[in-house]
């Protein structure tokens, strides 16, 4: 390996100071970037993600490894590519998944780029996940830490950026990373993981929404499954499939949100089986391999032929069986049996054994 220079995303946890300290360790030059947002006063009083208590973190840090820090602003490119897109999505009553857009057009579009500028051959971060090479292709495969493996979120990674990327917590565990952060004597080793999306206040995206886009918001009827309206809501970006709290209806049995109909601004309710189905349409197919559409059988992927995989709907949802349908450039996923609370806007991501074929984003729900 000529190019052991590598810039590590480090954003003052303890998973992306520990891949910064193994990678010194292994013998790389090793440079601290974090990504600032510079999202005001609201974010400056948390310790998470991004905040400016977690850039202090990954400075300190990075003075106890003994290598260099520097500090991005990448406010315009998080406002331009995650930012508008989550409030665009959620005022069409769908539920985004920011974290997998920022990893795809942030982490590993912008700063990677940044660090070839630093003329770093590898961007590395804190993800619980593997990469493995094999026939000059990439592979992006799960973590050996099953309950934190990211996988999910780096599906839309391509050959190019899987090519300079590394994942030295891959084959850890999250305990096993504690330790190895009291063996490096890091300030972090016991600062609390950081679960929030990094530009919500105090994780209220209801909240956001309403200073972003309130005027946008319009109440609307709630619908049972026979059509008869039960009630209002206050704006269908308020709410999301699968939701039973805050609908502030009673019915003499749980409800849930079964169907958010943005055409007409309504909202269905009914019994939890109401909200399982099995069969949905995906769009903007995502391959590891880099194909797209039509994909071909060398990367474990199908032409025109039904394949059965597993798919896993949103990151804390348990991988399932499922039957894939291509029809040019779109795919139909039939579940072996009905999940529950499939969403319009989450990634459905596929997996071969524990390796990750690619994804996509879940358009439409048919029941």
Do not use: W
Request: glycine share 10%; charged share 30%.
């Amino acid at each position: 390996m000529k190019n052991k220079r590598v810039v590590v995303g480090m954003s003052g946890g303890v998973d992306s100071s520990v891949a910064a300290a193994l990678l010194q360790e292994r013998g790389f030059e090793v440079i601290g970037a974090t990504m600032c947002f510079n999202l005001g006063d609201s974010n400056r009083k948390k310790g998470g993600c991004c905040s400016l208590q977690g850039i202090e973190d990954a400075r300190r840090v990075a003075h106890k490894l003994g290598i260099k820090h520097y500090v991005l602003n990448m406010g315009k490119a998080l406002e331009e590519r995650v930012i508008k897109d989550f409030c665009k999505e959620y005022l069409l009553g769908r539920t985004p998944n920011p974290c997998v857009v920022c990893n795809q057009y942030l982490k590993f579009g912008e700063l990677l780029d940044k660090a070839r500028v630093l003329d770093a051959e590898f961007l590395a971060t804190g993800h619980y996940c593997r990469i493995v090479k094999s026939s000059g292709a990439f592979f992006l495969k799960k973590a050996k830490d099953l309950k934190k493996d990211q996988s999910y979120f780096l599906y839309r990674l391509n050959q190019v950026q899987l090519k300079h990327a590394i994942f030295p917590l891959g084959d850890y565990t999250k305990e096993e990373v504690r330790g190895l952060a009291r063996k490096f004597k890091l300030s972090v080793a016991d600062k609390k993981a950081s679960q929030e999306i990094c530009f919500l206040p105090d994780d209220d995206y209801r909240a956001f929404l309403r200073k972003r886009a309130n005027k946008e918001m319009l109440p609307g009827e709630v619908v049972d499954t026979r059509g008869n309206v039960v009630g209002k809501h206050k704006g269908i970006a308020y709410y999301t499939i699968g939701q039973r709290e805050g609908l502030g209806i009673a019915r003499g049995y749980p409800v849930y949100i079964t169907k958010i109909e943005p055409e007409t601004n309504r909202i269905f309710i009914g019994p939890k089986e109401e909200a399982y189905a099995s069969e949905f349409l995906v769009k903007d197919l995502h391959f590891t391999s880099g194909c797209s559409g039509r994909l071909n059988v060398r990367y474990g992927i199908f032409g025109k032929k039904e394949v059965a995989l597993k798919v896993k709907i949103r990151y804390n949802h348990k991988e399932a069986g499922a039957k894939l349908h291509p029809a040019g450039n779109k795919i139909t996923v039939v579940f072996k049996k009905p999940q529950f609370a499939i969403t319009p806007g989450q990634s459905a991501v596929f997996y071969k054994g524990n390796r990750v074929l690619g994804g996509a984003i879940i358009d439409e729900v048919i029941k």
